[in-house]
């Protein structure tokens, strides 16, 4: 019922007006009587002619009024539909009216009729060429359907937008800066379109990256993966398909890399809005080439550049090299955990510590395990996984990139392995173990504070513990965990006693002591 209503409150003016024209038309001499028409005779003649025309045009506008009620509004609210094909409907619709109009009301031969119309459309189209140019070749969009309202297109050499609107001239491209492009149809015919939303919303995106020669392409390819593995699940970067690295090919200014990325504008931007949608790929783009260049930096090599390199003597080396214990050095000078160590200290540990390699999805460390060393990542990404629930399987809670620690408490107190750690991509780490550790801190006792301060800062940052301790002041409660962290630390390395023989862990004792 309520449906009805509705129909009726938007055919009401139709509705009214063919019912107008259709009672006028049986009361047509008493009209003529009523009005006064009878006395004038151009009136009189040209009446029943305006009572025709009025019938057959009021019920035109009634079918398209209707037509569109039942059939266009319903289908616009499943799939987005052109005006043009509204538009042409009409003039379908019209174009009987007007048969109908010559045949019946005038009484005239139709065939003579659109001839006449014929050599006027031959005339009008010769002086609207280019007009009828555009009116056809959007029909051919419409009907070839290469693409819809909504989708993403680009066009070579051309704008890149959002569809939003199909009419008989133009198509309207809403593009990412939020501006409207207006393409005429007709240069449509000569151009490569692309279309970004087909035959799936998902898109395949490529980055190239130029390493030299001299970088071994299975360092590469490790690096570069956990590069774009470490960036899945931001700015709509999509899991599945899964993204991937290959050689492309090999070019005078290096290797060439091709990063394989998949994204879904349509589910990427953060408020959903069409112009965010479309900044969705620079986005991604950006993201990537982020991650690209931090692990690039933190394995010690760079992009290649364009060069012409001439040699007097031996070629310099363009990347570090994890054999070399000089390189070792510089690796070591990066990461968090080791960078109160002296130069002398970090050349002793560099040359003590073992190099390991691990496959893709291979396990580093088991959960529960008790080991007596720990990692720091050189090149690839690990994922660590941990069980929320007692029973449930494990989840991961956290990534680890090129340059990270992790381990380092069963290597500093014993404590059993609180968390799996799986490669996600081929990764190379090396193993410290608690004698390199000890070896140090028994030379230099004040290196377990300063080693305890980054340990706690990480685990305050990971666990929210600042937040979990009510109102107690950060970074009271930073020294305490500090001080309980040395205090584990030297008993484990059987150090205990040597911490009365710096001054600089005096207040350390006292905080432990209260």
Partial sequence: MKRARSVLKELWLPLGLAVVFVTASFYQQQLVVKLGIATATQLSVFFPYALGIGIWMSFAYLVN????????????????????????????????????IVSVVFGKPIAPFWAASGVGALVLGLALRNIIVDIFMGLAVNFDRAFEIGDVIGLASGPTGR???????????????????VIPNGKLDDVILTNYSRPEPVSEFEIPVFLDFDVPANRALRVLNASIHSVVGHAGILDHPAPSVRIQGIALQGVEYRIKYYLNPRQAGPDGSVSDELKAPGRAQH????????????????????????????????????????????????????????EEERTQLSSQMHERLFKEGETVIQLGDHGDSMFVLCEGLLEVRIAVKEGQAE???????????????????????????????DALVFEISKDHIASLISRRPELAEQ???????????????????NSADPETEKISMTAQLVGKMLAFFGLKTKIASFARLERVKEIESS
Avoid at 163 to 181: D, F, Y
Avoid at 395 to 410: K, Y
Avoid at 455 to 461: C, D, E, N, S
């Fill in 163 to 181: 569809v939003i609107e199909l009419n008989w001239r133009t198509i309207r491209l809403l593009t990412k800066e939020g501006n409207v492009v």
């Fill in 65 to 100: 009024r209707l037509l569109a009620i039942v059939f266009w509004t319903p289908l616009s609210r499943r799939v987005p539909v052109p005006r043009l094909l509204r538009d042409v409907t009409a003039l379908f619709i019209y174009g009987l009216a007007v048969t109908g």
């Fill in 395 to 425: 989840r991961r809670v956290a990534r680890l990139q090129a340059g990270m620690f992790f381990g380092e408490m069963s290597v500093l107190t014993g404590e059993a392995r609180s968390a799996l750690v799986v490669a996600v991509t």
């Fill in 287 to 342: 993201e990537v080439l982020r991650a690209v260049l931090g692990q690039l930096n933190s394995a010690g090599f760079q992009p290649a550049t364009p060069k012409q390199d001439i040699f007097h003597a031996a070629r310099p080396q363009r990347q570090l090299d994890s054999h070399s214990l000089a390189d070792r050095v510089a690796l070591l000078e990066r990461v968090e955990l080791l960078d109160s160590l002296t």
């Fill in 451 to 469: 080693i305890a301060r980054v340990v706690t800062a990480r685990k305050l940052r990971n666990s929210e513990a600042v937040a979990a301790a």
